[in-house]
C-alpha cells in the first residue's frame, strides 16, 4: 500500500523515537492505530450508505473501480488493447514489406550503375554518379 522497504521503516520508527522519546511512542503508536480504525471504519459506512441509498441494483458497486486510474484502464484500456497489437502486427507486417521494396529498388540501381538496363535497352542514367541508397533510412 505505502511501498515502504524494511530500512525506510527502520528510519522512520528512529525518527519517531527521537521526535516523541521512548516514553510516549507507544501512546503516540495506540493513538495512530485508533485513527486509523476510525478511518477505516467510517470508510466502510460510507460505503455501505452509498449502496444502500443507491438502491437494488448496485448491490455489486465496487468501490475500488471508482478509483480514476483503475477505470481508465477497465473502460478504457480494455477496448484499445486488441487494437494496439493488431497495429503493431500490421505496422511489423508493412516494414517487412518496405524492406523486400527498398531491396529490389536498391538491386535496380544496382544494375542501371553497372550498365544493365531493363530488356537490353541502356539505362537513361548511363554514365552517372549516383546517390546511394540505403534501405535502412528511409
Known amino acids: 500500500m505505502f511501498d515502504i522497504g524494511p530500512t525506510e521503516l527502520l528510519a522512520l520508527v528512529v525518527v519517531a523515537v527521537i521526535i516523541f522519546g ?9 493513538k495512530a492505530a485508533h485513527l486509523v480504525r476510525y478511518v477505516r471504519t467510517m470508510a466502510g459506512n460510507a460505503q455501505n450508505q ?25 473502460h478504457l484500456l480494455d477496448d484499445v ?6 497495429v503493431k502486427s500490421d505496422f511489423a507486417a508493412g516494414t517487412e514489406a518496405g ?13 542501371a550503375k553497372n550498365g544493365n538496363g531493363v530488356n537490353g535497352a541502356e539505362p537513361a542514367f548511363a554514365g552517372r554518379v549516383l546517390t546511394p541508397f540505403d534501405p535502412d533510412a528511409t
Open 22 to 30: 521512548p516514553e510516549r511512542l507507544p501512546q503516540f503508536a495506540r
Open 99 to 111: 524492406k523486400g521494396i527498398s531491396k529490389d529498388i536498391t538491386d535496380a540501381v544496382n544494375n
Open 50 to 74: 452509498l449502496k444502500k441509498e443507491l438502491g437494488p441494483g448496485f448491490e455489486d458497486v465496487d468501490f475500488r473501480d471508482l478509483n480514476p486510474k483503475a477505470f481508465i484502464k477497465k
Open 81 to 86: 488493447e486488441p487494437i494496439v497489437a493488431d
